[in-house]
């Protein structure tokens, strides 16, 4: 098999390079998956978290190495520290409810009859996993999944391959089993011929709106179950009312951090037409405040994209809207490590509508657009046109009126004055393109068992 290449965005070298199992290997190693299955969810629920919380442990252990390599693979700064913070706080979230929300539930026991339901771990686990956040997006599903007594397999982004390796050395130095987790390198070729032959009884994929029809394609006709976590063109809203630099420091950052590659990232701003001229005024400012460079150098705020390809759709982005009537408030000669390439400055457009790609196709990079608005109505008209829904955030001290513009919002999350945050106890879900299912909370355990329901009849 030809290897598959890893080239750093920091300076375009190949910083690792690993060969794809064939698929006789593949199916091998989705095998003794399946084998080790029921032994690891015979094992007590107490005894799996516990291995599973060391495993994170030995992550953090790990912390200095990890957040070089992040850097190397994907660009961030280092500066970010990684993404222990996440990690360690969704483990343990999941960790602590893992026992009330797995326990049988009782509907009846009597003398005459005993009735419960049941949660029982639906088997392999197959998670194919992004480049964006690639611990955080890992550990929704690995954490859950194992607790649960599943078995996992993981495939991770060709772009951060060396993060499935990380995290496997992590949790088989605390004694999980080689075979109940494994980090595998697959081609899509394999990955797909896997899925639509069986060898998995969940697939968590977290990627791009086209990777998610292609792994729902492989999977027709086996009813092997997906959660498909895709893309997202979040948008924010500032009310008349809002605290104007709470909401242009929160939305700024939702935009720019990770230099735009957030799933949840901030790519559209509709602002009230009597904040709007301050609140332009003030986003500019903050963006100049950004230091493009090279993620080793302490004073980098602002990272290169993952990859000179992903820039290449930002720059066509954004280039098309200005040929269009959009215009471009930064000037990129002030981010002099722009080349050209992954080095992208950040960009903050107005002049924009709906016509244009910048405001409805996914960017996934350091660029938004802005619009006035008159109303809540027009807001939720444009904030609900868009092909995705993953979360929106909406500015302003009115608690009511955030609820209620909420429920009218076709999306997964809503915020009021926050954004681009997950949090571990509420379901990490979209709707539309975005995908269907949900990790985190108590229901990212449902998506990893499934019920079984105990009528046993006393004689
Ligand atoms: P991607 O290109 O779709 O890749 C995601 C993963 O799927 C990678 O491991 C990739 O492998 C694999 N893959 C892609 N197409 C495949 C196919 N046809 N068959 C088998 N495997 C396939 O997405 P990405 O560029 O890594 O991630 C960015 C996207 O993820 C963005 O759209 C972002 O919004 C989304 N995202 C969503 C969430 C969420 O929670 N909703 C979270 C994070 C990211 P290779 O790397 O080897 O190609």
Redesign the pocket.
């Known amino acids: 098999m030809k290897p598959?290449q890893l080239i750093s965005p920091v300076d375009g070298s190949v910083y690792a390079e690993r060969t794809p199992l064939t698929l006789d290997a593949a199916r091998a190693a989705a095998a003794r998956a399946k084998a080790a299955q029921k032994g690891w969810a015979a094992r007590p629920l107490a005894e799996r978290i516990a291995l599973v919380k060391a495993g994170v442990a030995n992550l953090n252990a790990n912390a200095e190495k990890i957040v070089e390599e992040l850097a190397w693979q994907m660009g961030r700064p280092t500066r970010f520290g990684g993404e222990f913070g996440g990690v360690n706080a969704r483990t343990e979230y999941m960790s602590e409810i893992a026992e009330a929300t797995l326990a049988p539930q009782t509907i009846e026991d009597s003398d005459k009859f005993r009735r419960y339901l049941a949660r029982e771990a639906l088997g392999v686990v197959f998670i194919?996993?992004?480049?964006?956040?690639p611990y955080l997006?890992t550990i929704n599903t690995l954490v859950p999944a194992l607790i649960a007594g599943n078995t996992v397999v993981l495939?991770?982004?060709?772009?951060t391959m060396l993060v499935g390796e990380r995290l496997a050395e992590a949790f088989h130095a605390a004694g999980v089993p080689a075979d109940v987790f494994q980090n595998v390198v697959l081609?899509?070729a394999t990955?797909?011929h896997l899925i639509a032959n069986r060898a998995f009884n969940f697939v968590n994929?977290?990627?791009?709106?086209?990777?998610?029809q292609?792994?729902e394609r492989?999977a027709a006709g086996t009813f092997t179950p997906l959660g498909l976590?895709?893309?997202?063109k979040d948008p924010g809203y500032v009310r008349a009312d809002a605290n104007l630099d709470a909401a242009v420091d929160t939305l700024m950052d939702g935009a720019m951090f990770n230099a735009g590659?957030c799933?949840?990232g901030i790519e559209r701003i509709y602002v009230h037409e009597s904040l709007y001229d301050a609140f332009v005024e003030k986003a500019v400012a903050w963006v100049k405040t950004l230091t493009l460079g090279n993620p080793f150098d302490a004073g980098s705020t602002l990272g290169p994209m993952a990859n000179k390809r992903f820039a290449a759709v930002v720059r066509g982005q954004i280039a098309e809207a200005v040929a269009a009537g959009a215009k471009a408030l930064i000037d990129p000669a002030l981010f002099p490590a722009d080349d050209g390439g992954a080095y992208l400055a950040p960009q903050v457009l107005v002049n924009v509508d709906h016509s244009m790609r910048v405001m409805m196709e996914?960017s996934?990079g350091p660029v938004v657009g802005i619009m006035k608005v008159k109303d809540d109505a027009e807001a939720l008209r444009l904030m609900n046109d868009s092909p995705y829904g993953?979360t929106a955030s909406i500015w302003t001290t009115d608690y009511d009126t955030a609820a209620d513009l909420g429920a009218q919002i076709e999306t997964g999350t809503i915020f009021m004055n926050r954004a681009d945050y997950l949090d571990p106890a509420l379901c990490?879900t979209?709707c539309k393109d975005?995908?269907r299912g949900g990790s985190l909370s108590y229901l990212g355990f449902l998506s990893v068992t499934r019920p079984k329901s105990y009528h046993l009849k006393k004689v």
């Not at 994929?205 to 998610?212: A, I, L, N, P, Q």
Request: with cysteine; net charge negative.
């Open positions: 598959i194919v996993a992004p480049w964006n956040y997006t495939k991770h982004a060709s772009q081609d899509h990955t797909e994929f977290t990627g791009s709106v086209g990777g998610g292609a792994i492989a976590e895709l893309g997202g590659q799933c949840c996914e996934f993953l990490w979209g975005t995908g």
